[in-house]
């Protein structure tokens, strides 16, 4: 399967605690997005890198967030001390350089967090 | 704030109809669009992208684009129960990151 892997799939922890997800974008695909998605609501954006480099993070990403793709191809978010509404399903999607067909982003699987 | 609206549903259409699935968005320069569909527990799966005014057609999809109205739709013709999920519009901003709308779900009843 050459599509976007996501790593856990589900992800139980306690309020406080940390957690670190992965995400393996597809082959050749420089840009790599993470987003959250909550209950009866359309994904939102976290934050994307294009290779290496974080060009953009929302607002939502708070200081618990951190994002990295240190060589350029897979990707993790960490979120330090947890808090109930960080419970989510995290989605990663990823896309390939060039002109339009650039703008199409493919998602993985997701990992799925619940916060206790 | 820039926003894409759809309409929660549920659209109810009996299998063999034609669903029709509406998104307005507000930002006036978004060039690209897209439709995802999502399985209830699964992620979005991208079905169509429209990039110019107009209609495009893959298989028993079309989509629709009026630029001037701000207006993107779905059209799913000879619909099927596996068709029944949630349609996600999306819309890339000035930059990379996909704004969504928080979709419309779709039931085919048998």
């Known amino acids: 399967d050459t599509g976007v892997s996501q790593d856990p799939r589900h992800k139980i922890t306690k309020r406080g605690q940390n957690v670190t997800f992965r995400c393996d974008p597809i082959s050749e695909h420089n840009r790599l997005y993470w987003y959250r998605q909550t209950l009866g609501q359309g994904p939102e954006f976290l934050t994307y890198?294009?290779?290496?480099?974080?060009?953009?993070k929302s607002r939502l990403l708070s200081d618990r967030f951190s994002a990295e793709r240190p060589k350029g191809s897979f990707s993790t978010l960490e979120i330090q001390r947890t808090e109930q509404g960080d419970s989510a399903m995290y989605l990663c999607?990823?896309?390939?350089?060039?002109?339009?067909?650039?703008?199409?982003?493919?998602f993985g699987p997701g990992t799925r967090l619940t916060v206790l | 704030q820039k926003e894409v609206e759809q309409n929660s549903g549920p659209l109810s259409v009996p299998e063999g109809a034609i669903a029709s699935l509406n998104c307005t968005y507000s930002d006036r320069v978004s060039q690209s669009f897209f439709w995802y569909r999502q399985y209830s527990g699964k992620s979005p799966e991208l079905i169509m992208s429209i990039y110019s005014n107009g209609d495009k057609e893959d298989g028993r999809f079309t989509a629709q684009l009026n630029k001037a109205s701000q207006y993107v739709s779905l059209l799913i013709r000879d619909s099927q129960p596996s068709d029944s999920a949630t349609y996600l519009c999306?819309?890339?901003?000035?930059?990379?990151?996909?704004?969504f709308g928080s979709g419309t779900r779709l039931l085919v009843r048998p």
């Open positions: 890198f294009q290779n290496e480099a974080q060009l953009e």
């Open positions: 999306a819309v890339k901003d000035s930059s990379y990151k996909l704004i």
């Open positions: 999607a990823s896309s390939a350089p060039g002109t339009r067909s650039g703008d199409e982003q493919f």
